[in-house]
């Protein structure tokens, strides 16, 4: 029968057993929750713990072998409750790197060890040296004297339940929250019965060899209740910010450095790994330790202090803001610095871009500005142009005017015509500008300017100029054209060309035949269109065919019912410089493979220049007389007759003559002068149209003030 005090020492352990065996089950119901795992691995073994010290108590000491297997068997709680103890709280605190396998195969070992110890403790001295059972108010107690290993163990052991404690202790600290309900229920369930068993292991318990610990889980069930149901102890364990943290310094796509108060990195994440050059092929392990312990100045030497302004630092090809703040204690103490570094690279190169653009934008504005003024001054001097009267001052004009801008210095126009344009830097550092006056095939002279301007002399610029001098040609070809009508002598000027200049000379050498140039009208691209009548040869389509082979010819055609060709001219020809110098085109035929020509030109026009003109084009031309006459009556008719009609409007009607346009029927249509012309008919129409109206209004207002008309 159990006596009194045994019956207490039972239901004392029971309590403890069923206490810890329920929580074991609560804890395996939410085995999902941080902690719950190792808690219900650390109720299991104080189960085992306090079930196996109650059989063993309740076991008759001359049971010796029965009373060794119970006592053997409360072990399993002895040395697994500890690590249980530990990792309970490395997860519930969020601790994971003691959650490793790795780490939990080291932590086992010692225990692992002693279990082995215990159950062959029969053959060696290293737990117990010796034991004995006895009966102490009913219950069986076991006195031993402890070996060298049952000390390593304890101090194990209590090296592990310290352990979990000061995580709970600093993530407490940590979280600069104050203490909770519930880890002060955690602290005194490990507490009472660590304190328990320590008494009982300084000699302090009931009786000699007797162990309270089993006892004391009463209290750490009832603490354990406490937490779990009253303060929800899994529900909102500090793993979550523990873990929380880690997991946002871990996805934050910007570096994050924290340094201790000695500017010792304490903590990263990969994106600083990354940015700081730890090497890929390291292991995981060594990557994810690989700036903590190095100094922030090797990493950073450009770094603002904790609440300055950020920082601009380049890593390699990376453009980073670096901006510091300082890390605190509960207290308010700076204990260490965070680093943020913030990838701008994009940033700054769409800033380069912005500023580049803005340069860009300015100098344009800049250049507009310039080329608005210069355009304002070259229409200063179009002014000149159209009131000059004669070369020298239209050319005066145009160096005086350029001269009085601020843009140009030393602007002179001298004879010889340049190939093309051209800019080039002289001796004093200007640069120099040359720009060819030309009227169609016809060269006037080179327009030379110098700038001390910066980026002087663009295309833009350069256009403007082009244009000027293209003015300037077209306006002394109008003066040259002005002067042959209306002048009171005309020089009479006969030229012969070889037929190696002159397609209608080779024709005319070909075919034995004499073309005869009836009229002729400038086109584009310096070219002409002539009217040629052929004499002595009954074949004029052999004729087209010879004229269609040379490369001077673009196309020809017979104007119908008649003996008449009608030939478009490319490039340059001599009629054409003729007709461009503003030179009346007289006479002009071919046969036995020479071209002659007569061009009139007024007193006043230089020879030399016509001449000039002509070989330049062509090639070596021969000059047969030179003769002065006085303008023939059928000049003034036919100045008056054109009087008023513009180059267009002049050609329009010439053409039309020449082609048969006016003939009845029709010889030529509007459509196939106009494609001759390289105009549209409608155009055709409106230049024939307002030239026939002026010449016959001319001829009506004329005959109008003639008594005799």
């Known amino acids: 029968m159990v006596g009194l005090a045994a019956a207490f020492h039972v239901s004392l352990l029971g309590l403890s057993a069923l206490l810890t065996t329920w929580l074991a089950v609560v804890g395996w119901r939410n085995r999902g929750r941080p902690g719950a795992t190792p808690f219900t691995g650390m109720m299991v073994v104080a189960s085992v713990w306090s079930a196996g010290y109650a059989a063993g108590l309740l076991t008759p000491a001359d049971q010796y072998g029965v009373r060794l297997f119970f006592e053997q068997l409360q072990w399993f709680g002895i040395v697994l409750a500890p690590v249980f103890v530990l990792l309970f709280f490395a997860e519930y605190t969020g601790f994971e790197e003691l959650q490793r396998p790795a780490v939990v195969a080291g932590l086992c070992i010692v225990p692992a060890v002693t279990l082995v110890l215990v159950w062959t403790s029969q053959y060696h001295p290293l737990v117990w040296r010796d034991w004995t059972f006895r009966a102490v108010d009913g219950v069986t107690v076991a006195t031993q004297q402890q070996g060298p290993w049952y000390r390593i163990n304890l101090l194990y052991t209590y090296l592990l339940l310290g352990g979990g404690v000061a995580l709970l202790l600093y993530t407490v600290r940590r979280s600069e929250q104050s203490f909770s309900a519930a880890s002060a229920a955690l602290i005194v369930g490990i507490g009472t019965p660590t304190v328990a068993n320590l008494l009982s292991v300084l000699g302090y318990a009931i009786y000699e060899g007797h162990d309270m610990t089993p006892y004391a889980f009463s209290i750490t069930g009832l603490a354990f209740a406490v937490a779990v149901f009253e303060h929800d102890l899994f529900e909102r364990p500090p793993s979550i910010l523990q873990l929380g943290r880690t997991s946002a310094l871990g996805t934050l796509n910007d570096p994050v450095l924290i340094t201790d108060g000695e500017g010792t990195v304490v903590t990263d994440n990969q994106a600083a790994r990354d940015v700081l050059s730890v090497p890929s092929t390291w292991p995981d392990e060594e990557r994810k330790s690989g700036l903590i312990g190095v100094a922030i100045g090797a990493l950073l030497p450009e770094r603002p202090a904790p609440g300055d302004e950020p920082a601009l630092i380049s890593i390699g090809d990376r453009q980073l803001e670096v901006s510091a703040s300082p890390v605190e204690d509960g207290r308010g103490r700076s204990v260490g610095t965070a680093y943020l570094l913030h990838d701008v690279t994009e940033r700054e190169h769409r800033l380069a871009e912005l500023e580049r653009r803005q340069d860009e934008l300015e100098r344009q504005r800049t250049e507009l500005s310039e080329l608005d003024a210069i355009n304002q001054s070259i229409r200063s001097v179009l002014t000149s142009i159209v009131r ?76 403007i100029l082009e244009e000027l001098c293209a003015s300037v040609g077209m306006a002394l070809n109008a003066i040259e054209t002005r002067e042959t009508l209306l002048s009171d002598s005309l020089v009479a000027l006969t030229y012969q060309v070889p037929a190696a200049a002159s397609v209608l000379a080779r024709a005319s050498a070909a075919h034995d035949c004499t073309l005869t140039v009836e009229g002729t009208v400038p086109v584009e691209d310096s070219g002409l269109l002539c009217y040629v009548d052929v004499e002595g040869c009954d074949d004029v389509e052999a004729v087209i065919a010879t004229l269609t082979e040379a490369d001077e010819v673009e196309r020809a055609r017979q104007v119908p019912n008649r003996d008449t060709v009608e030939v478009r001219l490319r490039g340059p020809s001599a009629l054409g410089v003729v007709t461009a110098r503003g030179a009346r085109l007289g006479e002009a035929s071919a046969r036995d493979g020479q071209l002659t020509f007569v061009a009139e030109t007024a007193t006043g026009n230089a020879v030399r220049e016509l001449t000039e003109a002509l070989e330049a084009a062509v090639g070596p031309v021969t000059l047969r007389s030179k003769q002065e006459r006085p303008p023939a009556a059928e000049d003034e008719v036919r100045a008056a007759a054109v009087e008023g009609l513009t180059d267009r409007q002049r050609e329009a009607v010439v053409a039309a003559h020449n082609a048969g346009y006016f003939e009845w029927p029709r010889e030529s249509t509007a459509e196939e002068i106009a494609d001759a012309m390289d105009i549209a008919s409608s155009t055709f129409h409106s230049h024939l149209r307002k030239s026939l109206s002026k010449v016959v209004a001319a001829h009506v207002n004329r005959n109008g003030d003639d008594p005799d008309g």
């Open 388 to 463: 000059a009267q004669s070369r020298p001052e239209l050319l005066d004009g145009v160096t005086n005017r350029l001269a009085t801008t601020p843009w140009y210095v030393h602007p002179t126009i001298r004879d010889e015509t340049a190939m093309e344009t051209s800019v080039e830097e002289t001796d004093a550092g200007r640069m120099r500008a040359q720009v060819p006056i030309a009227f169609a095939s016809v060269g006037y002279g080179t327009l030379t300017v110098e700038s001390e301007r910066e980026g002087v002399f663009d295309d833009h610029e350069l256009t």
